[in-house]
């Protein structure tokens, strides 16, 4: 089988900046210009955000979660492009891109909360300007899109001002290129020029769905028909990612339009927690993909520029304690007041709302005492 992931072999030019053996790369449209501890901030986000990862998923198989979606392998995606984001940019996350949420700034705890059942997000989408994790496949990207639209109705798109400019980005994977959800946005995205990005992490599996099985051109290439740029990178290479959504951010910051990314990188573990991998996919191709690892690589790049083992110590004291920190905060997350799903059904609160949350507080108090 073709590897997807190697640029000399690939149909479209696959950006590249960190070789799997940790090597500095160059390609000839985009370069990564951060420091060493720029570079050193980014591998503690992808331990940070493998670590969530990894404490989620055991904690569902305790029972503390009622499903998880690991990430495991796409951190580099997520993690690169989302610190290209500037205060004022919009992300529009999927409910797999737990190192977006992190890397904007909102408590993972939040995340446990929505897959333990007591909370639909817990966070206000304008904080941090990360809107809650989109469950229904693609729709996404057509919200990211009006708001987009919206960003240059509101005069906040190419005025030269950095601090002022802004614009969405809309995170999907490729089983999500195949609603018309998708289609629909990136065609009214082009006619208007909106200020969007579209993210799509092709980790080669729609649930059991082959990528080959979903398109006859690589993702990106699909860009052509709308007309807007496509990109096609290195989904595993956290520079790379960085570099190809700076630009693309910017480009749509200045007015000059939305663009399609193409992030190949692959699934580790299971779709989600009910899902079992090895019914439609070999162990050796994970074997394969397992070698490209996004941290592994940062890691080897930061040894050869004489980053000290402590350091890396350091690092790993800090995911140890986000784990505790996940651990005692799921356990003690409340249980929801359901009388609250009474405060948002209406803009203005209506009598016969009122009637009904009354009706239902006053069969709740009836129960308490009672032995189920």
């Not at 052509?224 to 740029?229: E, R």
């Not at 899902?275 to 394969?288: K, L, Q």
Request: proline letters at 6%.
């Amino acid at each position: 089988m073709t590897d997807p992931s190697d640029p000399t072999v690939a149909d479209i030019p696959l950006v590249q900046l960190l070789t799997p053996a940790g090597v500095r790369t160059t390609s000839p449209e985009y370069a990564y210009d951060g420091s060493l501890p720029d570079i050193q901030d980014l591998f503690r986000d992808l331990v940070m955000t493998r670590r969530l990862d990894t404490e989620a998923f055991a904690l569902q198989r305790h029972g503390e979660l009622g499903l998880w979606p690991p990430a495991l392998g796409q951190e580099a995606a997520q993690v690169g492009s989302a610190r290209a984001l500037r205060p004022q940019d919009f992300a529009f996350p999927t409910y797999r891109d737990h190192g977006v949420v992190l890397c904007r700034g909102e408590d993972p705890v939040h995340l446990l909360g929505i897959f333990r059942g007591s909370s639909l997000g817990g966070w206000d989408p304008s904080e941090h300007n990360v809107a809650l994790p989109n469950i229904i496949i693609g729709a996404q990207t057509l919200h990211a899109t009006g708001y987009a639209m919206a960003l240059t109705l509101e005069g906040l798109v190419g005025t030269g001002d950095p601090e002022r400019d802004a614009a969405s980005i809309a995170y999907l994977g490729d089983g999500a290129t195949s609603q018309g959800d998708f289609n629909e946005a990136l065609d009214w995205a082009a006619v208007h020029q909106a200020p969007v990005v579209f993210f799509c992490q092709n980790n080669q599996y729609a649930i059991s769905v082959p990528l080959e099985r979903q398109t006859r051109v690589p993702i990106s290439q699909r860009a052509d028909g709308f007309g807007l740029p496509g990109v096609r990178v290195d989904g595993n290479d956290v520079l790379a990612c960085h570099a190809v959504t700076t630009a693309a951010l910017q480009r749509a910051r200045d007015g000059q339009g939305p663009t399609l990314i193409e992030a190949v990188t692959y699934r580790m573990g299971p779709h989600t927690t009910s899902d079992d991998p090895t019914r439609y996919r070999e162990a050796a191709e994970a074997d394969v993909w397992r070698a490209k690892d996004a941290i592994e690589r940062v890691r080897l790049h930061l040894v050869s520029e004489g980053v000290p083992a402590e350091w890396f110590a350091e690092v790993q004291a800090e995911a140890d304690a986000l784990g505790v920190h996940l651990r005692e905060a799921c356990q003690n997350i409340p249980e929801p007041d359901l009388a609250e799903l009474f405060d948002h059904v209406h803009v203005d609160t209506t009598e016969e709302t009122e009637q009904q949350r009354a009706e239902y507080v006053a069969w709740r108090d009836s129960l308490e005492g009672s032995v189920a």
